[in-house]
């Protein structure tokens, strides 16, 4: 019975629910929920079929089932009719304005939320301030024509969006998520963020993905730095956490004048390039601004190029309602004059596969191997990482020769992408599967789980 059903109020009967006669439900059914309230009532068949749910006025408010749920899945184990999933987007910074509740992220969330009827799922925005414990309640944020508030029941499913490592670590919100996940049994997806050494580590298990890592250690001696460069001609010294491009330095050595260059951003946003006579001084202008400690040291790739410049690719891979990985969107990052990497904020270019020129390549096989590396090292990833993750960006890389580089891989992926005119269609679907998931992960809640909670 896993359809979308439209949900309408009756006023004439009290704690009813009606159901399409077509329905197949099984006889036993004597009880409703809605995230984590469940009540008995009158379950029966109506006359007509179709894919409308009737719902009482009394049982609707018994139910805390918002005027903003027009649509929503049906599901049934033992005696309990499941409608729903209710979905809890669990996330950070929110603030006293009505017109944007959280500050400059309030555009992305409301077009998140505008999905929520396609995905099927009724979705909400909350913060740990907006839980109250002793009711079992969450005063939750919707958008429908702006934003408004409604109290609801504890989620079916929380989607994990707090914004960076800090918050993340923060007591009092280390405290919520282990509370509604112990507690409650609340499934959660894609908690936490990727570390890049130990994402590197993890995947280098297996042979069929150590293909694609370029070799990385974490920064514990000059003599690591010296072999990459004598091996590889370039490195990348970068922040084992980092994001953006942020304090990423790229390191060429010359064999033609013996000198090394060093090529970064500075926190202002100017772009530099300097010349040492030796690495030593080099390495002391890095560890000088930032711990050794927080370091890694990747091989550097020579990338396949489009308009003389480096190029790679943004991937995004998504798990939708069936649980299966598919590849949402692929952009091509076209490296800005003088950068060392091929990010938007240090003057990369984002582009269609389509549109790149002066390739070699045929651009369809291009995106075969792509999408055939994206789904390959998204099982991986998923095999090796804890906690439920349901969607990952990849910068992936290309080389000269036609050999696919993963350069970093990214569990709350930025979305600066789709600010292409190309990619309107892959920023809408990324979207609504993000949600389209949680469907899955109730379902298997109810049905198996043990897979869930293993």
Not at 154 to 167: E, G, L
Not at 195 to 208: A, F, G, H, V
Not at 239 to 257: A, E, R, T
Request: hydrophobic letters at 40%; a positive charge; charged letters at 25%.
């Amino acid at each position: 019975m896993k359809k979308l059903y439209s949900i309408e109020v009756i006023d004439d009967c009290e704690n009813t629910i009606l159901l399409p006669a077509d329905a197949s439900i099984p006889a036993n059914l004597k009880r409703v929920a809605f995230g984590t309230i469940k009540v008995e009532c009158s379950i029966a068949l109506q006359k007509f079929g179709g894919n409308v749910v009737r719902i009482s006025e009394d049982l609707l408010q018994t139910l805390k089932i918002p005027p903003v749920s027009p649509v929503l899945h049906v599901f049934f184990e033992g005696d309990i009719l499941y409608l729903g999933p209710l979905v809890g987007i669990f996330t950070s910074g929110f603030g006293s304005g009505e017109v944007k509740p959280i500050g400059d992220r309030s555009i992305i969330f409301s077009k998140l939320l505008a999905v929520q009827n396609t995905a099927g799922v009724t979705a909400f925005l909350f913060g740990a301030q907006h839980i109250n414990w002793d009711a079992g309640t969450i005063n939750g944020l919707f958008y429908h024509d702006g934003w408004k508030r409604f109290e609801v029941p504890f989620p079916d499913v929380i989607y994990d969006r707090i914004p960076n490592r800090r918050t993340e670590n923060m007591p009092k919100i280390k405290r919520v998520k282990e509370r509604l996940q112990k507690d409650y049994l609340i499934p959660w997806y894609n908690p936490g963020f990727f570390n890049k050494l130990d994402i590197y580590e993890r995947l280098l298990q297996e042979n069929s993905i150590a293909d694609f890592l370029p070799e990385t250690h974490p920064f514990t001696s000059f003599s690591i730095v010296e072999r990459m460069l004598g091996n590889y001609g370039h490195i990348y010294i970068k922040p084992k956490n980092g994001s953006l491009g942020k304090g990423i330095h790229q390191v060429i050595f010359d064999k033609k004048d013996q000198n090394y260059y060093m090529r970064f951003k500075e926190q202002s946003g100017e772009k530099r390039l300097l010349k040492f006579d030796t690495l030593e001084k080099l390495v002391q202008h890095i560890t000088a601004k930032q711990n050794i400690s927080n370091l890694l040291v990747q091989q550097g790739i020579h990338l396949m190029r489009s308009e003389q410049k480096p190029v790679d690719f943004r991937v995004h891979t998504n798990k939708n309602k069936q649980g299966i990985w598919e590849v949402t969107a692929i952009a091509a990052k076209i490296a800005g004059a003088g950068s060392a990497t091929t990010h938007m904020n240090s003057g990369g270019i984002v582009k269609a596969i389509d549109e790149l020129t002066d390739l070699d390549k045929n651009h369809e096989l291009l995106k075969e191997k792509l999408i055939s590396s994206a789904l390959k090292i998204s099982k991986s990833l998923e095999k090796h990482t804890e906690g439920t993750i349901a969607e990952i960006g990849f910068d992936i890389g290309i080389d000269r020769k036609g050999r696919v580089w993963l350069f970093e891989a990214n569990s709350k992926p930025g979305r600066s992408i789709f600010k292409h005119s190309s990619l309107k269609k892959d920023d809408l679907l990324t979207r609504r599967l993000s949600l389209e998931y949680a469907v899955f992960l109730h379902e298997q809640s109810i049905k198996k789980p043990e897979d869930i909670y293993r």
